[in-house]
């Protein structure tokens, strides 16, 4: 059976001299350039967890703009404030009804910083009228008006100052037509399909998801989100992701679970929670993967067992849980690790440890690898390196490791 993926649909927004000014990003099921949307919001929400959290957004958008499109349901939810705004333009489907609550929530956005369009416009109104001020970009959907009926729309709309961007253009009649009218901004099969781009699907444990979500609303201490998230490889993969989407440009690297918390912040984490539940597109869930069982007892191990080699230094226990967590995130992702590091910032020590198994906490890595290959030659080797630990320490932290994870499987159960 083929390893499941995600898709997400990345198509082009070109300026007057066809140079590359922004990409769409679109919903997809598969390589079929096409889509049925049955739910809005998880569309919406898994395009941006796709973009921001699976694959990362330096990968997807480049040094370009991203156009998401918003349903009236996440437009008017704080969730959405997790997207950079100085990266994303927020795309208002035409399905929306531009109430008073909505015009108004658009104008909190505007003021936040936040850049506005409007999706498939056809026709000029009163409700888009008032909305016009708070907008930067106008979508015209082309297909759907005769030649007429779009430069009456463009002329109605001029005087308004906002960028005009000529959609569903597939043809170099229509292309030369908008481009005549004064449109700034063009897309459509004339310039280019979307590109499909794929990854391998990492679902959270539901339990511990909600969880999350629930430590976060209570507005709980650090050290318990970081407890959470520590029995999570995969929410923590996302995390980090995340954080480089939305910080770009950060002042630091990433040492810990407890940085990556710190630089993202409670109000960016709530949100980022709240849009992972909206992408899960089933409530049927599956016990813990081994894979991650597996990568939580690395990490817990070896943060053990820097505690009783290092006590005291908590910044470098911090940082061997991190390297035994994301040890098998080549595996998890199903991509070589130095693709999948490259993204996420890290450390210097970490990603040397992670990357070549360097450094002194890439040697406790190796030790722990050898564990579990039950390899007692390679494991009596290594831990002749280390002082003041004995087989039998090892061994009782290993099982202590080993009961911490097993929790993770249990509340799945629950």
């Known amino acids: 059976m083929p390893a499941p993926q995600f898709f997400l649909g990345r198509q082009p927004i070109v300026g007057r001299q066809r140079e590359l000014v922004a990409y769409e990003l679109l919903f997809r099921t598969s390589h079929e350039n096409s889509a049925s949307v049955e739910d809005d919001v998880v569309a919406s929400a898994a395009v941006m967890q796709h973009a921001f959290s699976g694959l990362g957004l330096q990968s997807v958008l480049e040094d370009k703009l991203g156009f998401i499109n918003l349903s009236a349901p996440l437009l008017c939810s704080d969730v959405i404030e997790i997207l950079p705004r100085e990266r994303v333009v927020l795309e208002i489907l035409e399905t929306v009804e531009l109430t008073p609550a909505v015009i108004e929530r658009c104008r909190a956005l505007k003021a936040a910083g936040y850049r506005l369009a409007l999706d498939d416009v056809i026709r000029f109104d009163e409700a888009q009228k008032a909305i016009l001020p708070l907008v930067e970009v106008v979508k015209l959907d082309v297909l759907a008006m005769q030649a007429r009926e779009t430069e009456q729309l463009v002329r109605a709309l001029k005087p308004y100052g906002v960028k005009l961007l000529a959609e569903k253009v597939d043809s170099t009649l229509q292309r030369d037509f908008c481009h005549e009218?004064?449109?700034?901004?063009?897309?459509?099969?004339?310039?280019?399909?979307?590109?499909?781009?794929?990854?391998?699907?990492?679902?959270?444990?539901?339990?511990?998801?909600?969880?999350?979500?629930?430590?976060?609303?209570?507005?709980?201490?650090?050290?318990?989100?970081?407890?959470?998230?520590?029995?999570?490889?995969?929410?923590?993969?996302?995390?980090?992701?995340?954080?480089?989407?939305?910080?770009?440009?950060?002042?630091?690297?990433?040492?810990?679970?407890?940085?990556?918390?710190?630089?993202?912040?409670?109000?960016?984490?709530?949100?980022?929670?709240?849009?992972?539940?909206?992408?899960?597109?089933?409530?049927?869930?599956?016990?813990?993967?081994?894979?991650?069982?597996?990568?939580?007892?690395?990490?817990?191990?070896?943060?053990?067992?820097?505690?009783?080699?290092?006590?005291g230094d908590e910044l470098l226990a911090d940082r061997a849980f991190m390297v035994g967590m994301l040890s098998l995130i080549d595996a998890l992702f199903g991509k070589p690790m130095e693709d999948v590091l490259k993204p996420l910032n890290l450390e210097d020590t970490v990603h040397e440890a992670l990357l070549n198994r360097g450094g002194w906490i890439g040697y406790l890595l190796r030790l722990v690898e050898g564990i579990e290959l039950a390899d007692r030659n390679v494991t009596l080797t290594l831990l002749g390196g280390l002082e003041n630990l004995s087989l039998d320490t090892l061994n009782r932290l290993q099982i202590e490791a080993m009961s911490w994870a097993g929790r993770l499987g249990r509340d799945e159960e629950a």
Not at 229 to 239: G, I, Q, S, Y
């Open 181 to 311: 009218l004064g449109c700034d901004l063009f897309q459509g099969y004339y310039f280019a399909r979307p590109t499909i781009l794929s990854g391998k699907p990492v679902q959270p444990s539901a339990m511990l998801l909600l969880k999350l979500l629930s430590q976060v609303a209570a507005d709980a201490d650090t050290q318990d989100l970081e407890d959470t998230l520590k029995h999570a490889p995969d929410l923590t993969v996302h995390l980090l992701r995340l954080v480089n989407s939305v910080a770009f440009g950060l002042p630091r690297k990433i040492s810990s679970v407890r940085t990556a918390l710190t630089l993202l912040g409670r109000a960016q984490l709530h949100r980022w929670v709240q849009i992972m539940v909206f992408a899960q597109q089933s409530s049927t869930h599956t016990a813990a993967d081994p894979l991650v069982q597996t990568a939580a007892v690395r990490g817990h191990l070896m943060e053990r067992l820097t505690q009783t080699l290092r006590p």
